[in-house]
């Protein structure tokens, strides 16, 4: 006698506790760039990018990218939540805007990255996930981006990101290790109300 298969189930919209914990980690982007600032020339070293790793890394793409557009969309409402109390339009449009829309698809590829690990996250594939989407894929928007608005040299631009580097490599070890542990102790659900795949391709 066959089985009874077992039906697919899709997550949709988002819930109230999803709402909150974008809210939360927006305030984490927030708090970490209270701490400290490097000034390394026109782009200082922050904590910042350790929150866009973790985001995603322990909301999944959905929540973790709201919860950097959350905090982008405050900044640019003129919230003073940059580093050195910047905020509103000019940071987008200076040299770092580049590096502040790469957040938003750098936290969008490493959701999309974890997702395919979970139920199990593991420390060195969230880390090389971090190091690709939160280094790589920020350095790849960012860097040109900031070498327009200043009107250097592509390779000089390049040559001075070795500087931010070190630390980032720091911050996407950090985010794994958080990330596994939070994983292990306090598994969160997918974002969104749980709906039958058939029910949620009628909707």
């Known amino acids: 006698m066959p089985g009874i298969p077992t039906p697919r189930v899709r997550h949709r919209g988002l819930t109230v506790r999803d709402i ?9 982007l927030a708090v970490l760039s209270m701490p400290f600032a490097i000034p390394v020339g026109p782009v200082p070293i922050t904590l910042q ?5 973790l985001a ?3 909301l999944g793409a959905k ?3 709201l919860a950097v557009l959350t905090f982008l969309a405050l900044t640019l409402a003129g919230l003073p939540l940059l580093p050195g109390g910047r905020g509103g ?13 790469g957040w938003v698809v750098g936290a969008l ?14 420390f060195w594939i969230g880390f090389g996930s971090n190091v690709l989407g939160g280094v790589v894929v920020i350095y790849l928007i960012g860097v040109p981006w900031s070498a327009i608005a200043l009107g250097d040299g592509m390779l ?23 990330a596994a542990a939070v994983h292990r102790a306090y598994p969160i659900p997918p974002a969104g109300r749980p709906v039958a795949a058939n029910a949620a391709d009628s909707a």
């Open 20 to 28: 909150a914990l974008i809210g939360m980690f927006a305030a984490l």
């Open 49 to 53: 990018t350790l929150g866009v790793m």
């Open 56 to 58: 995603p890394s322990i």
């Open 63 to 65: 929540r973790g990218t």
């Open 89 to 101: 339009v000019m940071p987008f449009l200076g040299p770092t805007g580049g590096y502040l829309l």
């Open 109 to 122: 590829a490493i959701g999309l990255l974890t997702r395919f690990m979970l139920p199990r996250y593991r």
């Open 156 to 178: 000089a631009t390049i040559m001075s990101t070795f500087a931010f580097l070190p630390g980032d490599l720091i911050k996407a070890a950090l985010a794994a290790a958080i």
